[in-house]
């Protein structure tokens, strides 16, 4: 079963140094998943500051700065994963450095066939 | 075997068949209908061919046959389903026979599984209610006072989570346990309370509801015999006991120190009694057992007058490092009241008004209302007794509150 975590936090809970040292504990994170067959993807993001968003409404393409934030924690990184059942997927959304500062969203992945 | 005696078996063990039924197909809506086909089955062949040796283990295996039936149809209907059709030869191939043990570690799943943390809240009430203890979502909702519509949305908004997120059917290993056993045990006392508190909803379903919480509990605790399950257990038998002197022939609330202490129920009070001291032994109790404690003490006295203030206060303490609520320090302050004075008590619920806490609780005014008229101050417990008022929605509550306004109005 695959889940995608959703880390949200406040931009700047980090201090540069720390934030170094979280992305190597998650570097290492991704190590340990891979070798249980666990891991598909993980990322940081850049800062929210750095967003664009795109609509397309009968044919017309908008492009704008946003998302417009109406919370202060943003979606900061990501994991995807392939674990067993939601308890294994707490197991690993606890042991991600972020969540220690923000929030993590676990979202389980609808398995779209027909996919390259 | 005759019909009746397949239906009093269907009332005593559908929801461990179906509990099993669902480990072995994954499936609550599946196991549901295979529960019912199993027992529309006992009923056609018991009286005949008389009653297997297990009837629960019969139920179970039948129940798996005919899911397999179920599955095959529905496999012809839509050729899809590749996951059903590869349950359909596990099952086939799974024992027949069926250990005590793994029934009853069915039904913990079951409970564990309905109230996951990852379940909304309103959503494990009502569907530990329906699938845990089989009761009827016409049921659940008269006793909730919803519509059967929502309360059914919300049922199927948690069977739908429980598939898509794919929450384990497992009992939880024993370091995740003290995280996981919280959440049931709230779902029981929430149970209980709706059952238990006066707010509204006829009076025969809210008896039933506490009694389904307290099967619950009692369930719990011979599946898993944690000190809090006991201590929760013992809380609600101690609390049922004095069910019927809590409120005259007319509806009106009597306070605990004016009820007819002769009519509380003594085989409640002696389980509970023996269940809290079984709990305290464990030293790895939590604030159901301590609550339970603090009812324990006033169960043993005979008159109101004779009751251990000084050990309701000392349990107050523990409970306060328990769980430092300002509604347990209102509690507190109430029994030192009663040990030491009414002045002791009111400035201690003055000083949690003062610091901002407990301003729209009713109960805190109503509390305050009662040792200003101790105290004489009439015309400050008035007002007290008019801000509780204000702030309780309970029919009961705001007679009870009403009566008091009156009399201080009446010696004013």
Known sequence: MKYILLIYSEEGVWRPDELEVARDQSVQLCHALNEQGQYLSAAPLHPV??????RVREGHRAVSDGPFAETKEQLAGFFVI????LDEAIVVAASIPG???????????????GLP | MDSSEVEELYRSDSRKVFATLVRLLGNFDLAEEATHEAFAAAIQQWPEQGTPANPTSW????GRFKAVDMLRRRARLNDLQPELIRRLSDIETSNQSMAEQVIKDDRLRLIFTCCHPAIDPKVQVPLTLREVCGLKTEEIARAFLMTPSTLAQRIVRGKAKIRAARIPYVIPSLNELPERLDPVLSVIYLVFNEGYSASSGDSLTRVELSAEAIRLARLLVELLPDPEAIGLLALMLLHESRRETRMN???DIILLEEQDRSLWDNEFIAEGRRLVEQALRSRRFGIYTIQAAISAVHAEAKLACETDWAQIVALYDVLLRADASPVVELNRAVAIAMRDD??????IIDAILNRGDLRDYYLAHSARGEFLRRLGNREQAKLAFERALSLTQQETEQRFLSKKIAEMERDC
């Open chain 1, 82 to 85: 392939d674990v067993a059942n």
């Open chain 2, 342 to 347: 009414v002045a002791s008590g009111l400035a």
């Open chain 2, 59 to 62: 139920l179970v295996s039948t």
């Open chain 1, 99 to 113: 969540t220690s500062r923000g929030t993590t969203e676990i979202r389980p992945i609808v398995d779209l066939p």
């Open chain 2, 249 to 251: 022939a007319a509806g």
């Open chain 1, 49 to 54: 500051s750095t967003a664009t968003c795109v």
